[in-house]
Each structure stands twice: as structure tokens, then as C-alpha cells.
């Protein structure tokens, strides 16, 4: 089994030099190598492999010396990227989904190279990087396993090194505890058991220092350094909200984990539901969809069960006696004339949605 360590890294002004400059290789090869598939199809007809550009590397560096100083395995890690990208647009297509075709990558949408299986060791508080030296990497926590990539990224002024490390799968002892959880707005999660989460709205409490920042880049002149400087403080405040959103979720996912065998979600559509504009922000900063996933890749290594059941009804079946109460939004409280039955409408969502999962 796989897992990934994030360590930030703290570059010197040489070093920082390199990066970005190995980041701007990569990202020209990038282009280049998918502008010669779109050629080769359109002109010839041939769809390009990844060996066939892979195998062209070292003609390459004969016309630009600029690649000779970027590690040989990251140019070929570009190349790969570029065809697991179109691996997956095939896949789309042949599952009818909407095919987003690899697009050409501006400055603002690559930030990171990959060394995919050599070129850097770790030795005390510094990672060794095979043609940009020894950076400081702040270690704040123990590597476990044997690693097989590393990749640099370069986020909002700020360096990281993601660890990719094969480690044996250690299970959590046996559990027989189910539990089914309804994902909303006030509450983020409400357990069939009756307890609930909040959810932190981190977004709506940094709303004025966002917009503060968003009108600070609209009055800046375009292409000056000072806009530059403004964009990066936005995306800096935008950074934040999102890692205080994922902190929470990889909190509560864990919590989850560790306490249940068996965890049902709903199967929310949330990119149908986020079309709502009334409800589309509060949706995204809730991160429902984060914590799913969180929660279904700890499971996975710890023998956990996640399991999501279809929505429909969950709110207006009466968890007791499977009768249909309808019910607006509004009414927070579920009262069935059928059976009596008198729950909270998150609470008895949440024990259809476990009665659906263990069905």
C-alpha cells in the first residue's frame, strides 16, 4: 500500500532559481509533447505513445541544452503525465462522460516535476535533489517504508516535497459498530446515532478578508509587479481556508475510522447541486466530497467498510416504519402519523441511509 508524506521545504535564493526553472522546463516540454500528438493525428493520423516521445529525449537535448540540466527521469515523468492524461480522456469517452481533452498548460497551472524512481535521498534535515543540491526539508514527522517518488511543488511562494512510500497495510482490530451518517449544512455530519459534527464554515467566516483581497487585485494595473504581489496574498488567504477545511476532514474521518466497521454515506451529486445558487457556496465550503474520500482511503487501509446508498428519500421515509412523510426543508423535525415515530429529520436520514447500506 501506498502513502504520501508532504514536508515543506525551505530553498535558498540559488535554489529557489532551479526550481522554478526545472518547473518552466517541464512545463515547455509539456506543451511541446502534446502539440506533436495533436500534429501526429491530425497530419498522419497516428496517436503518439509514450515511448515514442520518451525514446526522442536524448535528440532532444542535442537542439536544447537547457534540457541536459534537468534530471533525465523528470523529462521522462513530463511524458507520462501527458499520457496518463489521455488515458484518461479515452476512458471518459468510452464511458460517454464528458471528455475534457488535454489542454496546454499556462505558468498558473503547473507548479510541481516528479522524480519517479531516483535522484533524491534524504540525509539529517536535507533532501537531496539531483541537479538543484541539498534543500532543507522540515521533517515533522518520521518516514515509515521505502520510498518510490518525490515530487516538488511550488505553491503561493512556498515549497513542498510530497513522499510517495510503500508501506504494508496495517489493519485496526475487528469491529462490528455500524453507523450511517447524513451530510448537511448545519450540521456537517449527523450519525444514525443521534451525534452530530458542525461544520466550521471556514469560507464564510474569512469572507471579508477575501473580498478585501479581491478588490485589492482589481484596482492593481494589470501585468505590474504589484497585482502580482496582490494575486499572491489572495491565493495565500484562499490556501489557508482550504487546509483549515481538509485538517478538519482528515479529523473527522479519523474519528470515523477508528470507532466503526461499517460507515454509509449518501451518494451526493454535489456537482449537480452546487448549480443551486443559493446553496452553492455553503455546499463547497462544507467539502462533503472531501470527507468522503478522506474517510474511504483510511478505511481501506485499516479493513474499515464505507459504503454510499442512494439518496432519494432518505429525509422523507420514516426510518421505523418505511412509510413516505413528506416534508418542506424547513421542517427540522420528523413526525410520522403512521407509526408515532418523532426523530430529528437529519437523525432518521441518517438511519435510512444504514438501514440501505446493511439491506
Known amino acids: ?198 461544520a466550521p464554515k471556514y469560507l464564510r467566516k474569512s469572507e471579508k478578508r477575501l473580498k478585501r483581497a479581491q478588490r485589492s487585485v482589481s484596482r492593481k494595473k494589470r501585468g505590474s509587479n504589484r497585482r502580482k504581489k496582490a494575486v499572491r496574498e489572495l491565493a495565500r488567504l484562499h490556501e489557508h481556508v482550504a487546509n483549515q477545511r481538509k485538517d478538519y476532514a482528515h479529523k473527522l474521518s479519523r474519528n470515523l475510522v477508528s470507532r466503526f466497521g461499517l460507515i454509509a454515506f449518501e451518494d451526493l451529486n454535489t456537482v449537480g447541486m452546487v448549480k443551486n445558487h443559493n446553496l452553492a457556496k455553503s455546499i463547497v465550503d462544507a467539502g462533503w466530497h472531501q470527507l468522503v474520500q478522506f474517510t474511504k482511503y483510511k478505511a481501506e487501509s485499516a479493513g474499515r467498510v464505507v459504503k454510499q446508498v442512494d439518496p432519494r428519500n432518505t429525509s422523507q421515509i420514516c426510518s421505523n416504519c418505511g412509510e413516505v412523510v413528506k416534508k418542506e426543508l424547513k421542517e427540522r423535525t420528523h413526525h410520522c402519523p403512521h407509526c408515532g415515530f418523532v426523530a430529528d429529520r437529519d437523525v432518521n436520514a441518517a438511519i435510512n441511509i444504514l438501514q440501505r447500506a446493511t439491506a
Open 1 to 198: 500500500m501506498r502513502i504520501t508524506y508532504k514536508y515543506r521545504l525551505y530553498p535558498s535564493r540559488e535554489q529557489r532559481k532551479v526550481i522554478h526553472f526545472t518547473v518552466e522546463r517541464c512545463r515547455l516540454l509539456y506543451n511541446r509533447l502534446l502539440d506533436e500528438r495533436i500534429h501526429a493525428y491530425k497530419n498522419e493520423g497516428k496517436s503518439l505513445t509514450y515511448y515514442d516521445q520518451a525514446n526522442t529525449f536524448t535528440e532532444r537535448k542535442r537542439y536544447i541544452p537547457a534540457l541536459k540540466q534537468v534530471h533525465s527521469q523528470v523529462l521522462q515523468d513530463v511524458a507520462k503525465r501527458l499520457d496518463k492524461a489521455f488515458q484518461a480522456f479515452f476512458r471518459r469517452v468510452k464511458l460517454g462522460e464528458k471528455p475534457g481533452f488535454p489542454r496546454f498548460k499556462p505558468a498558473s497551472q503547473y507548479d510541481s516535476f516528479t522524480y519517479p524512481q531516483g535522484g533524491y535521498s534524504i540525509t539529517g534535515n536535507r533532501l537531496k535533489l539531483s541537479k538543484i543540491g541539498d534543500v532543507k526539508i522540515n521533517l515533522h514527522r518520521l518516514i515509515e517504508g521505502k520510498m518510490k517518488t518525490c515530487t516538488v511543488i511550488q505553491k503561493n511562494g512556498k515549497y513542498y516535497a510530497c513522499l510517495s512510500v510503500e508501506v504494508e497495510r496495517q489493519q485496526l482490530p475487528h469491529c462490528s459498530e455500524q453507523i450511517g451518517v447524513d451530510l448537511g449544512l448545519k450540521h456537517l455530519a449527523i450519525t444514525s446515532e443521534g451525534e452530530t459534527f458542525d
